[in-house]
């Protein structure tokens, strides 16, 4: 009696034992890393895929399928949440953006064949440099003209009309004067009666070299029988002459150039060795009008500073046809010797 009943009981222990079986494969010990990052976010830790669980012993092989879908969905469960991006802020405020109505196109933008619209613009205080300088030189230009109008309509009310005809027709002046193109170079030459007798030669530092045709026109074709070389105190050619000057343009340094004075003297000595050259280099050249008696080479030098202890502003004779000894000069001029020639014992 005992072996029919444990016949029957068999099969519900197989049962049971299978079921054990399947619900101690769900709950299998799955060997979870806990990676540092799901543990500082709290994630829940993450499970083995299901793939990797190892069946029991004993397990029968028509329930593989329902063994491996509880795990997997208790790995998807287990899957660490993403965490969610850090939020940085800028470490430089931002500037608020430039208020302006939206509702008004920008001057720039206008209609097909429509006229642009005039943009606003704030008026600087101050105008800039160039515009400055500009300004500065036209003003200066306006007042240069202005004083030589001036000073022309002087002349003309000083004079009649008859002697303005007469100098409009004159072409045989009575002198060939070179004065230096600086300020001062010829201030006083001029006036009254002597503006009409003297052909005047202008260049840099009162030179021969620099102007020799028009200085040769005077002398040879108008047949002036005086050519006259002045200077002035402070002459900017001569103290350039006497310094460095590589910094000029190359025109401006092939004329000082001609002017031969030794480096580092004061002006005024510099001055007066330059007319010294400049009479000399003259007599050569035009040897035989001076030879012929026809041709006086002068000297002369305006004292704006006195230097000389002639007067302040006047114009001293320093040098006539090669005599440069103060006494001499003065001795000739009071004389009206001006075509002695000492070199040539006359």
Not at 75 to 93: D, I, L, S
Not at 95 to 121: F, I, M, N, W, Y
Request: include cysteine.
């Amino acid at each position: 009696m005992m072996l029919p009943l444990l016949l029957s009981l068999q099969p519900a222990w197989a049962d049971d034992a299978s079921g054990n079986q399947v619900q101690q494969v769900i709950k299998l010990p799955l060997k979870l890393n806990k990676p540092p990052q799901a543990a500082e976010h709290g994630a829940a830790p993450a499970a083995k895929p299901a793939a990797e669980a190892k069946p029991a012993e004993g397990k029968p092989e028509g329930k593989p399928a329902e063994a491996a879908k509880p795990a997997a969905e208790a790995a998807k469960k287990a899957e660490p949440a993403k965490a969610a991006p850090e939020k940085m802020e800028p470490g430089v405020p931002m500037a608020k953006p430039p208020t302006r109505d939206l509702s008004q196109p920008s001057p720039e933008v206008r209609a097909p064949g429509g006229k642009p619209r005039a943009a606003h613009r704030v008026k600087p205080r101050r105008p800039a440099k160039h515009v400055e300088k500009a300004a500065g030189e036209a003003g200066q230009v306006k007042g240069v003209v202005g004083s030589i109008l001036k000073a022309n309509s002087a002349y003309i009310a000083k004079h009649s009309p008859g002697y303005l005809a007469k100098l409009g027709g004159r072409a045989a002046p009575r002198a060939t004067v070179v004065a230096c193109s600086s300020p001062g170079g010829n201030v006083g030459m001029l006036g009254g009666e002597a503006d009409a007798d003297l052909f005047v030669i202008s260049n840099l530092g009162n030179q021969l070299a620099s102007s020799e045709g028009s200085i040769e026109y005077g002398v040879r074709d108008l047949r002036t029988p005086l050519l006259m070389f002045v200077s002035h105190t402070g002459c900017g050619a001569i103290k350039a002459a006497a310094g460095d000057y590589s910094n000029l343009g190359p025109a401006v340094q092939k004329e000082l150039d001609n002017i031969e004075i030794p480096k580092g003297i004061d002006a005024t000595n510099g001055a007066l060795i330059n007319i010294n050259n400049q009479v000399e280099g003259a007599i050569l050249k035009f040897s035989g009008e001076v030879e012929a008696g026809r041709l006086a080479v002068l000297g002369g030098y305006y004292d704006f500073n006195n230097d000389l202890k002639q007067g302040r502003g006047k114009l001293v004779i320093t040098n006539i046809n090669g005599e440069t000894d103060p006494a001499r000069i003065r001795e000739l001029t009071r004389s009206g010797r001006y075509f002695h020639y000492g070199f040539m014992g006359r």
